[in-house]
Structure formats: structure tokens, C-alpha cells
């Protein structure tokens, strides 16, 4: 029987998605472009300062992240809107098969890996249904690297006291999959986007205008998907309730 359930935040847990109702108030129009580019250079600046160790928490890069993305697109927003948007990130919507995943798991330790920064994760937990169904929610800020580095999965057995092959870890994210299971546990990924799914809308795409893709369709090509290097995850699962069967 495992025990110990270890879950990513941004994307797992919580849909990063869900901050497209901002950028589109925001600026009108081009919501669906910045929340897809926002998202995938927040990752990005992560790896790079991780190797550049030039380490700054996830709220400096994830409000860098936007800086980017606004420039990119020719936006100037004032001080009082780019703090708003940015805020965005601390009010994500937890996916609907989240809490009643998390409920069935009640037997079991459950907590939360995340890139996030303390005041960031506190927010988010704290703010949300979830905040009652997670024993502990950990930050890599402990050891200022970022995921998939192995430093931060050596968290979990500081915090809790498990060993790798005790714990599963849940994400959505390729490159989280990849680092967790190179790391030694056992490894959930919830396939929030169907390879199927993607297959069709890029079919979609072609078949209208040619070379023309939605951002969000870049987005999941490039950020939802297994990745290609050689560690694949023990389980996958559809939906956040299917764990329960590891439990049992």
C-alpha cells in the first residue's frame, strides 16, 4: 500500500489556465497569447537561473516572466495592472477532480512539491478549498534551485521523513515526471491533455490555415506531454480520482 502522496502545484493541482480571465480583461484580445507565453517563459527563466545559480524565488520569475511577455507584444501596462495580472498567479483555480481526489486519499500523507515560493504557496493553498487536505506544502525556496533539479526532490525526505520508493509523486508536467523519477520515486502523471486531443487540434489547424497554430495548442505541444528522456512514469492516469486505487 503507498502512503505517501506527493503533488506538484501549478498544473496538477491547480489550472495555470485559469489565469486567462486576467490577461484577457487586462488587455483584451490577447489573453489567450499571454497567459501561453507568460507560462512557458516562467518555466524557462526557472531552468536558466537554476543553471546559471543565479537563483531568485518563482514570484521575481514568474513577474519576469511577464515583463517578457508584455514587452514581446508591444503591451505597456501601469505599475497598478502588471501587479494585478501578476496576482494572478496566487488565485489559480484548483482543477475540479482535485479536492475530491484528495478526499479519497484521507488514509494516506499528502503534500504538496512546488516550485512556488513560500508567500506564493500560501496563497494559493491557503486560499483555496484544498488548504484543509494537504499536510504540508513544501517550497524548493529551501533549497534555491528549482525542479527538475535533484536538490529539490531531496526535500520531501527532509520534510517528511520518507524515502524515494515510499513516496508517489503526481504531476502533469513532462519535465517534473522526468526529474521526479530520475530522482528515485515512483511517479503518477495525469494526462491533462490528451495526445489525442493535441493530435486533432493541430489537424484542425492545418486543415484551416495553413502553419497556423493557437498559442494554447503550442502551449500543450510543447509543455504537456511526455518528454523523450528515457524516464517514464510507473502510472498514468486520467483523472486526479484514480489514485485512489494506489492506495487501496
Do not use: C
Request: no cysteine; hydrophobic share 40%; net charge negative.
Amino acid at each position: 500500500m503507498i502512503k505517501t502522496f506527493v503533488f506538484d502545484a501549478y498544473g496538477t493541482l491547480y489550472d495555470v489556465q485559469s489565469v486567462a480571465d486576467v490577461t484577457d480583461r487586462a488587455f483584451p484580445g490577447h489573453g489567450e497569447i499571454i497567459t501561453q507565453i507568460w507560462r512557458m517563459k516562467q518555466l524557462e527563466y526557472s531552468w536558466l537561473r537554476s543553471l546559471m545559480n543565479d537563483y531568485r524565488d518563482f514570484w521575481t520569475v514568474t513577474r519576469e516572466a511577464l515583463t517578457y511577455t508584455l514587452s514581446v507584444l508591444g503591451l505597456t501596462p501601469s505599475a497598478t495592472l502588471f501587479d494585478d495580472i501578476a496576482e494572478a498567479y496566487n488565485r489559480l483555480t484548483p482543477y475540479p477532480d482535485a479536492v475530491p481526489a484528495l478526499v479519497g486519499l484521507s488514509g494516506a500523507r499528502r503534500a504538496i512539491l512546488s516550485n512556488g515560493s513560500p508567500h506564493m504557496l500560501d496563497a494559493l493553498v491557503g486560499g483555496s478549498d484544498l488548504r484543509d487536505l494537504i499536510e504540508t506544502t513544501i517550497s524548493v525556496d529551501e533549497k534555491r534551485v528549482f525542479k527538475p533539479d535533484p536538490r529539490a526532490y531531496e526535500l520531501v525526505e527532509e520534510r517528511l521523513g520518507v524515502k524515494p520508493h515510499e513516496v508517489v509523486f503526481v504531476s502533469s508536467n513532462g519535465f517534473d515526471i522526468a526529474g521526479a523519477k530520475r530522482f528515485g520515486f515512483r511517479v503518477a502523471r495525469i494526462v491533462r491533455v490528451p495526445p489525442a486531443v493535441l493530435v486533432r487540434e493541430i489537424s484542425e489547424a492545418r486543415a484551416g490555415t495553413p502553419g497556423a497554430l493557437r498559442p494554447t495548442t503550442l502551449y500543450k505541444a510543447l509543455r504537456t506531454q511526455e518528454e523523450a528522456l528515457g524516464h517514464t512514469p510507473d502510472f498514468v492516469i486520467a483523472s486526479l480520482a484514480d489514485l485512489s486505487r494506489l492506495a487501496a
